[in-house]
């Protein structure tokens, strides 16, 4: 598969990234910056895509930095997600959106995975 960034420069804000040419997904807009889907991040401006969280932490979107889940909530790293372009399939991974809480009479520890 290929996904072509810009073929110009773009500097994006953090928590942002470059559109990329045949990604239906931000309308085929080439000229733009968009945010970083949730349970990624970017905070490195030198990265020209979003980064997924790592478990045990969360990101909503545009996200500059995942945040550690708080004591009795958990965030699991979840499966791979696919989506196809007319330049072939996307692969990206994801992390969490957000930190789930625990069921009653579980407790986890800050950035936890699961409860027990």
Known sequence: YAVLPLARE???ELGWYP???G???HGGRLDECVPC???THRSNPL???CEPCPEGS???PGAVTCRSC???TFAALPPVAQRETNLGTIVQ???SPMCAPCPLGSTAELGSTECE
């Open 70 to 72: 708080p004591r009795n």
């Open 10 to 12: 773009q500097a994006c």
């Open 23 to 25: 990604d239906p997904l």
């Open 37 to 39: 889907e949730a349970g």
């Open 19 to 21: 559109a990329t040419i």
């Open 47 to 49: 990265a020209d895509r």
């Open 93 to 95: 991974r994801y992390g």
């Open 58 to 60: 969360a990101a909503g």
